[in-house]
C-alpha cells in the first residue's frame, strides 16, 4: 500500500480520494492557501464543501501550514491545482520534496513555445520544478471524461494515465484502479494532453450553435429543435482535434477514442464551456456573457489564446494548414471580436472535397 | 433546373423538398401504398402530418395510384423508404423507370454476405433493381446528423453524399447545396454505409448506460448525474465504428468526421434508439421495452441482428478479432438474452494497454 499526497482540495483532485481510499491507500488532502475553509470542513466533519459529500473516513486532511508534515513519507502526489497555478505549484513542491516522487497531474493545459510548439501541461510543470530548484519529479497526465462528483459516487469512470515513462503510468494505474475507476496506461502524453484541452476550447462552438438554434426565427413553428448545427461542430470538432495532434508529429488515435471523442462528448452535456458558448450563441457579447458567468475560470479562453499564440509558427513552418482549422479559425475570430458570428459550415470538411 | 421525384413521403424523404424547391427544381412527392393519408393532405391544403408543416407551394404530391404520371421526364429519385422496403422499392421502380437514372437514399442500413463481408445498401438497392429487371441505375447513399424536422425547418445541415461514381455524387450534391442544406459529394460509400449504420447499433449502449445510472442507487446524495459511463461508451462507440471500417478495407476517416462521431452525437442526443437503450438499462427486458415502444421500428436491432451474421465469417477470415470489439459483443448478447448486464468497462480500449 502506497502514502499518497494529493495536493489541492479542489473536487477533481479530492475526487480521487475515493478509488484511492477503497483500494486500501493512505491519504493525504492538503489544501492550498486558497482551501482554507474546505479543509477545515474536513477536518471538523469529514465533510467535503466542493463534492457535497462525507469524504472516506480515513482521508487526513492537512492545512497549508502543515505541509512537511503532509509531505513526510509520501509515495507519490496527485496535483490538483488547476492550470494556472502550475508554476506556483511546482515551486510550494520545490521546497517540500526531498526526493523525486512520482507526480500525477488532474490539471489540462497547454501553452505555446516562441516556435509555435505546443507544450504539454506536464511539460511545463516538470520545468517549473527543475527551475525552482526541486528533484526531478516525472509528472503524468490523466484524460478521459470523468466529472468528479461523479467519481465520488463511485460511479464507472474510463480514463487514461500517460507518462514518457511506461511503468511510472502501468504504476500509477495499478495504484489507483477499482472496480469503478477504469485506468489505461499509456505512454502518449502529448496526444492525451492535447485532446484534453483542445475539446474544451471546441465545446464553446457546440454551444454557440446551440445558442443560435434558440435565437428567435432559429426554432422551429413545428417544434424543431436544432441539433443538427451542434452535431456537424461536433464532427468538425473531433476532426480539427484529430488534425492537430498529427500535424504536430503524434499519434492521433486517441482523438477518436476516450480522450478524443469520448470527453469532447461529455465536455458537451454540460458544464461552463458550454454555458459560455450558449450565451455567445444566443446574442450575448463576450463581456456580458463573462459577466454573467463571473468568477467562474473558463479553460476554452485560455486554450483559445494559447493556439492563437502557437499558430504563426506552426503556419510559418507549414505544420498546420488553416483551410483544415476552419472552427479554430472562427473561435480565434470570436475572442478578438467579442461576438459570435454565424458559424461557417461551408467551410468545414475541406478534406472532404474531391 | 432538374425534376425529382420522392419516392415515399416519410419525413426524412419529404423534408428533401425544402432545399429543392428552394434551389428552383420542380418536386414531385410520391407516396407508397402506405402514405395515401400523408400524400392525401398534401394534396388536399399543402400540410405534411408527419412533419407536422406545410410543404413548400410548389411540391406536387402523387398518390400511390399515380406512379406512371409521377416519374414521367425525372431527372433522379431520391428514395425515401426505410431499409426494409428497399427490395420492394427496387421491384417497383423497376416497372416505372424505363432509363437509368440516378437514385439517391436516405435510408441506412447494412447486410451480411454469406462469408461475412458487410453489403451496403446501396449496393442491395442496385441489385435488387436488377434482379427485378429495371435498368442500371447508381444509388447513391447520403450520410451525416440530419433530423427531418431540422431540415425541413431550413435549420443548418452538414451531410455527405456518397457515389462510388465521383461524377454522380457531384451532380447531386450541386443539385441539393442551399445556404442551409451543406452536402459534400464522396466516393467513399461503404465507410458511409457502415458509419450511418453501426452508429445507430452503438447508440444503444449509450442509452443503456443512462438507464442505468437512472436506477435505484445509481444517481448519488450529492446529485451526481451520471454522464461518465455513458462517456466511456460514446469513446469505446467511435473507436469500434472506425475499427470495423478499417478492418474491412476501407478508409477510416469519416469514422471521427460528419458520418460518423458527428452523426453519432446526435443520434445520442434523442430518438428511438436512445430511448430503447434506456428502457433497458432502467431494468427492463426487451420484451417490455418493445412493448412499451410498440409500432417503432428500431434501426439498431436489425443492424446487431447483421453483425451477428457477419461475425462468423468475418473472424474465421481473421478480419476481426473480438477483443476489439467489447460493446458489439455486448450488445449481441443483450439482444440475444433479451435484457442488459454491466456494461464491460474492463474490456474497453484493449488497444491503449501497452
Given at each position: ?108 493545459g497547454l501553452e505555446a513555445a516562441e516556435n509555435g510548439d505546443l507544450l504539454a501541461l506536464?511539460t511545463v ?69 492535447i485532446?484534453?484541452a ?46 492537430l495532434?498529427?500535424?504536430c ?53 485560455s486554450i483559445i489564446e494559447t493556439m492563437e499564440r502557437a499558430l504563426p509558427g506552426l503556419l510559418?513552418?507549414?505544420i ?35
Amino acid at each position: 500500500m502506497a502514502t499518497a499526497v494529493i495536493f489541492g482540495a479542489g473536487v477533481m483532485g479530492s475526487a480521487t480520494s475515493f478509488p484511492l481510499s477503497d483500494k486500501g491507500h493512505s491519504v493525504r488532502l492538503v489544501g492550498t492557501h486558497l482551501d482554507g475553509e474546505i479543509i477545515g470542513e474536513v477536518k471538523a466533519r469529514g465533510y467535503h464543501p466542493g463534492l457535497k459529500k462525507n469524504l472516506p473516513a480515513e482521508v487526513k486532511a492537512f492545512q497549508w501550514t502543515e505541509l512537511d508534515k503532509a509531505f513526510h513519507g509520501a509515495d507519490f502526489i496527485l496535483s490538483g491545482v488547476n492550470s494556472h497555478g502550475v508554476r506556483w505549484s511546482a515551486e510550494t513542491l520545490a521546497k517540500v520534496l526531498h526526493k523525486p516522487l512520482p507526480i500525477i497531474a488532474v490539471t489540462k493545459g497547454l501553452e505555446a513555445a516562441e516556435n509555435g510548439d505546443l507544450l504539454a501541461l506536464t511539460t511545463v510543470y516538470e520545468k517549473a520544478l527543475a527551475t525552482a530548484g526541486g528533484p526531478g519529479c516525472s509528472v503524468s497526465a490523466i484524460g478521459g471524461p470523468c466529472i468528479a462528483a461523479e467519481l465520488a459516487a463511485r460511479g464507472h469512470s474510463c480514463v487514461v494515465f500517460a507518462s514518457e515513462k511506461g511503468e511510472i503510468s502501468r504504476w500509477l494505474a495499478d495504484i489507483f484502479r477499482t472496480s469503478y475507476y477504469h485506468v489505461w496506461p499509456s505512454t502518449e502524453v502529448y496526444p492525451l494532453e492535447i485532446a484534453a484541452a483542445l475539446k474544451n476550447a471546441y465545446t464553446l462552438p457546440v454551444g454557440i450553435a446551440r445558442g443560435q438554434a434558440d435565437q428567435p426565427g432559429g426554432e422551429d413553428s413545428s417544434g424543431a429543435r436544432m441539433h443538427n448545427p451542434a452535431a456537424a461542430v461536433f464532427g468538425q470538432g473531433v476532426k480539427e482535434i484529430k488534425y492537430l495532434i498529427r500535424s504536430c508529429g503524434f499519434n492521433d488515435s486517441f482523438a477518436s477514442s476516450l480522450p478524443g471523442a469520448g470527453d469532447y462528448y461529455v465536455t458537451c452535456a454540460g458544464g461552463r464551456n458550454l454555458r459560455l458558448g450558449t450565451l455567445l450563441g444566443s446574442g450575448k457579447s463576450m463581456a456580458e456573457a463573462q459577466k454573467e458567468m463571473e468568477g467562474v475560470t473558463i479553460e476554452s479562453l485560455s486554450i483559445i489564446e494559447t493556439m492563437e499564440r502557437a499558430l504563426p509558427g506552426l503556419l510559418e513552418r507549414q505544420i498546420v494548414a488553416m483551410d483544415r482549422l476552419p472552427l479554430l479559425d472562427y473561435l480565434i475570430r470570436t475572442v478578438r471580436e467579442g461576438s459570435a458570428g454565424p458559424l461557417p459550415f461551408e467551410r468545414f470538411f475541406p478534406e472532404i472535397h474531391f
